[in-house]
Structure formats: C-alpha cells, structure tokens
C-alpha cells in the first residue's frame, strides 16, 4: 500500500538507510564460512580447498537500466551478464556459474524471448560460464532481469574495495566515458538522425556501450601476481567508484584531470556536443573498466607496463588521507573537491548533460 | 522492441522452448565443481569438505507474486524469502546466506521500503541466514525483488526431483490449499466484507498465505535419515509439482483424492464458497509444503509417524510405470488422468474458481 503522501525513497538519504539496514542484517553470528558479507563487488565465502566462492546479484529493469526503442533483446540479455562478470573481475576472480531470472510482459513475442535468452546464452558461451539455474515469469509491465553470478578466487586472492592505502598510486584500465558517450549516440541516432557523428566513431562508441569488456584478465593478473590493495569496476562512474574504494578504505584520493584516460572517439563527440570530456569521463558509468591501486613496491612492475592484455592501464592520481577527502586537480594546476556524482538509480537527473 | 504482431509468449509452447534453451546451457564442459544445474529446486555445487552448496534465485513482481492492496510491504519481505527457503527444504539442506536486490517505484514511502525491509531482515532472523548482498534500485512501475539463497547439504544428501522409483509411496507435509484459500479471503475481504468466513478460520488461512512455514527440519530428516527417493516443495500445486516429479524421475503416480490432506478451515472454506476442496488442494499452490517419495524398505519407518516436528505426515498415493501417467482415484472409486495444472505466470486463468 504505497504511501504517497510520505517522504519518497528518490531522497537520497533513505539509500543510505537502505544500506544501513543491510549492514546491520550482515554482521552478527552466522554460519562461519562467510568471509565478507555486503560492501564489495561480490560476497565471498570459504569454498572448496583452496578457494573463496564470489556471489553477486543484480537486477535490470526497462526503463531505468535500459532502454528497448534503443537496444535490442539480444543486447539486452548479453550485457546483463556483462555487468555481473565486471563484478568478478574487480574480485580477481573467475567467472563459474551463473543464475538467470526473467520477467517477461505477455506482449512479448517468442522472437523476443529467444532473442533475449540467445543474448544470454552467447555471453555465457564467450565467458565460458554456466547457466545453472533461474526463473521465468510474466510480468504485468516491463522486462525484468534478475542475475546472480558465482565466481572462485585463490584463497585471501580475492581484491577488496576497502584495502587501499594512503601513498598507493590509482590506475584505470581502458578509456572512460565511451559507454556513456555510446549510450547518448543511441538516442540522439532517433531523435536527429541527421546530427550524426562519422560512422565508425559512433559505432565505436556505441559498441563500447552494448558490448562492453568485463576486465577479467586484468583482475585476475592483479590478483594472482598480488599487486593492488583495492579494486572496483566502474559501473557508477570514476567520482562515484572511487567515493566506494575511499569510503570503505577509509581514505581520501587525489586525481589528475588531465591522465584521466579518454578514448579520441570520445572527446570527438565531447567536441561535437560542446561537452566536457572529463565530466563525462568522471561520472558516465557503465564504461565497467577497473579502478584499482597498487603500493609503491609494486609500482616498479607497472611504472613501464602501459597495456596488459591488450588492455591500456593508466595511473590517474594518488591515495591521500581521509581528511583530505577526494580532489581532483584541473589542467590550469587548481585543486578542487570531487564530488562523487554516480549514476544513482533514484537520481537520473545527476548524470552529465 | 517488442513485436506485437507476432505470436506472444503466453503460449505454453514458449515456456517449453525457453526451459529447452535454459537446459541445453547446462550441459557441455564447465567448471568440475558443477553437480546439479537447472531442473531442480536448486542447483548443486561441490563445497567445502564433506559439503555440497545449493543455490537458487526467485523473481517476485508487483501485479503477478504479490497484490499490494492485499499485502503489506513487510508481509511482501517476509513471504520474498520464504519462497526461497523452501526450495533449500526441498533439498534437505540447511539455508545459509541470501542476496537480495530490490526495485522501487519512486512514489513510494520511506516508510514502505523501511517496511520492506524489516520483513526481509525479520525473516533472515527468523530463520538464522545472513544477508550477504544485494542491490537496490529504482523501477519505473511496480515493486520488484530479486531473492537469491545459499544452503548447504552433506555430500550426496541433497534430495533430488528425479529419483522417485516405482512402487515408492507420496507423502505430503501439512496441509494442501490453505495458502489458495488465505489468497482469496483477502481478495474478498476487499471486495465484500460483508461476506466474512468466522474470523478465527479466516484469520488461520490468511495466515498460511502471509506466512507460511517452509518445512527445512522435514527436509534435514529425510536428507540426514536418506529416508525419501525423491522431494519437492509445493508452490505450484500439487499436480503440477507432481508432475515435475513425474518428468524428472520417469514415472507415473497414483493419487487417492480422499488421502489428500485438506485442513477443517480450507473444507469450512471451499463449502462457503461452494468450491470443489480437491480441486483447491491439487491447483491451489504457494503451500510450501514437501511433497517427498519413499522406498518399501522406509515404508515401516514412516507408518507409524503421523507428525514429524510437530508437523502432519501423509501417504497420498504411489509411484507407478511411467506409460500409466499421472492419475487420480476419487472417491467414488473411479481414476482419471491428473493433469498438471500448476499455476501458470503465463496462463492465471489456469487457477481454481
């Protein structure tokens, strides 16, 4: 019985009641194999000799994660599960198992159902993951998406958000703002078909939003080889993820503007929007690179590496103390807070443009 | 994009063509640790020494699972994991932990999600598992939740679907169709309140629909005695949940309707309403109770229990060859076929009444 009268859950304070209330229900006695509960990418649980069992759920709703006058139900399904092995790749994992469940609205055609669970079906075949389980059920209004992926890591492997230290240096992998970027192409390309970017830039763009690379190697060379004290994907956007690596480290960061790494496909279409690349870079979201940051005695072993895997690694700043809070140092050399800005589910409005 | 035009997934075949898809996604090479993956209350994972872990993931929707004119939000939050502890009862497992991501529409109350989230936690504390994660996020109409549950079984205990044996004997727990019953009082409750039931009775079958007790320390017995060949839970309805017995074990079943057990207020019920209380019991779903299958060389063990836990026990019928197909004796001695008419998303016209 919806109460509409009373305060709304868009204010933001009640997501961090939410929060609040699922900490609370985490800490307490519990069976003992958990070895961290709420507050990371993924949960993680003693396993099988050896190794940590990684959990993660989401859920993609119409309208709110994703648009069908844009995309299609293959791209849909794919990137579903996208999302999710991001989740994995900032544990340092290994994707293993994953969960589906769906609700479909009965308008829906056959097509569109085979279509989505093909999208499904085809990530889970490129990630060599296995559809273990799910749910299917109509639904009055709107697609639903539930997915739950389970993943291993070697044992104390796993890469926290809240580990990072003060003096640690702050990569990202790949470029920022692409998805984002891509994500604006698809509208506009149906709204102004006429405004369009050159083809292969858009379609690079674009790409980077409907297929988009879990960092799975990367997690798992940091992981293995123990190089970075935390790590985060970047779904929220960099001031929002790196806000989560501070606030659970316990620290503050500052980040150079200027190394923040943008694609030129990207500040192409920053230029043709009259757009702020760095603002799209800061709080685009969706991009699912990694933000992780690695102490100075490992930084030997990453000052001179400037691609893993085929993938750009790029340092953007440095771990501070708490007090300094988060900032963020413009190309004319000022030093200003950074607001985290992410793509808050209740807040569409606080995205860029 | 959906395509209207062509033919929708309301059709059962579609149901039948997507569990296909789902279930060739389970085959092939995968991780080794993979025992048991979709077709059962819960897929199968080598855990810990001595361990399996079972995991299953639940969609409810607004509209669809849940009425919030019937229902409050803490009611929705309780029942939300219920659900899922008693596919870990139909494994004879233990629950250990649950993940569970929420969508809110935004007119929605502070004090409702508050709410929500109460019955969650209340439950979790009720039944000693730890939320472990989640995701909360807005939806753009209707309140949807994601459940997703972690139990544990020793090795090789877990009670499968698919092992029911010719001559084995059907046992139900409980009661069948109180749940059905409880639905359909707060409907009228609504709608014409003048027509109330006693209050006492009606409150004792809105009660079995609100709260409704999965049966995990049946399930632990069964499992740690080895006592049943096969097991499910009851939320679909007694003849469809049979069914998928029958499906998976590759058998015939033989219900005696004058066995089925049916509780005084369900019968007080179905008289008031001048409804059929077989038909209730064999269609109405959402019980929650165990259906479980057991070997002659157990029968002795079981003849003489009339409760387990406090909880009634029933023989209801035997398993029979598989060209027999699923049957039914009523009481004037006749037998016709018992077709499956579990509760459809797809097909809520199915339901009794």
């Known amino acids: 019985m919806p109460s ?34 709420i507050g ?11 190794e940590h069992l990684l959990v993660s759920t989401d859920l993609l709703i119409e309208g709110i994660h994703f648009d069908l006058k844009l995309t299609s139900f293959r791209e849909i399904g794919y990137r579903a599960i996208i999302a999710n092995l991001s989740d994995i790749a900032a544990m340092g994992g290994i994707p293993r198992y994953v969960l589906t469940s769906v609700a479909i609205p ?12 093909r999208g499904l079906l085809s990530c889970c075949h490129q990630y060599k ?14 697609l639903f998406l539930g997915v739950t992926i389970l993943g ?13 230290k003060i003096g640690d240096t702050i990569y990202i992998t790949g470029t ?34 409907l297929r988009p690379t879990p960092r799975l190697e990367i997690g798992r060379w940091l992981s293995t080889h123990r190089l970075a004290t935390a790590a985060i994907d970047l779904s ?49 979201g969706e991009d699912y690179e990694l933000l992780f940051t690695v102490p100075a005695q490992h930084q030997t072993q990453l000052k001179d590496i400037e691609r893993h895997d085929g993938v750009q690694i790029t340092a953007i700043g440095t771990i501070e103390p708490r007090k300094h809070g988060m900032r963020i140092k413009l190309a004319n050399g000022s030093s200003h807070p950074l607001v985290p800005t992410s793509y808050d589910h209740f807040r569409k409005k606080n995205r860029p443009v």
Chains 1, 2 share one sequence.
């Not at 990371?40 to 050896?50: L, S, T």
């Not at 009965?106 to 669970?117: E, G, H, I, N």
């Not at 920022?176 to 690079?204: C, I, N």
Request: glycine content about 8%; some cysteine; overall charge positive.
């Open 4 to 37: 509409s009268n009373r305060r709304r859950v868009s204010d933001s304070s009640e997501f961090r009641l939410i929060q609040a209330i699922r900490r609370q229900s985490s800490t307490g006695p519990g069976y003992s194999s958990l070895l961290k509960g």
């Open 40 to 50: 990371d990418d993924a949960a993680i649980i003693q396993f099988i000799q050896n």
């Open 106 to 117: 009965p308008a829906y055609s056959q097509t569109d159902v085979r279509a989505l669970y």
């Open 129 to 142: 993951l296995q559809l273990i389980g799910g749910d299917t059920s109509a639904s009055k209004k709107g």
């Open 152 to 164: 291993t890591v070697e044992n104390s492997r796993a890469l926290p958000r809240g580990g990072a």
């Open 176 to 209: 920022l703002g692409d998805s984002w970027a891509g994500l604006k192409l698809l509208h506009s390309k149906r709204a102004q078909p006429t405004q369009r970017l050159e083809k292969r830039l858009s379609q690079f763009l674009i790409n980077r939003h």
């Open 236 to 284: 929220d956007g960099l001031s929002g993820d790196l806000g989560h690596v501070c606030r659970e480290s316990r620290v503050g960061a500052m980040i150079d503007a200027k190394k923040i790494p943008i694609s030129p496909q990207c500040r192409s279409f920053a230029r043709h929007k009259h757009l702020n690349p760095i603002s799209i870079a800061l709080e685009g």
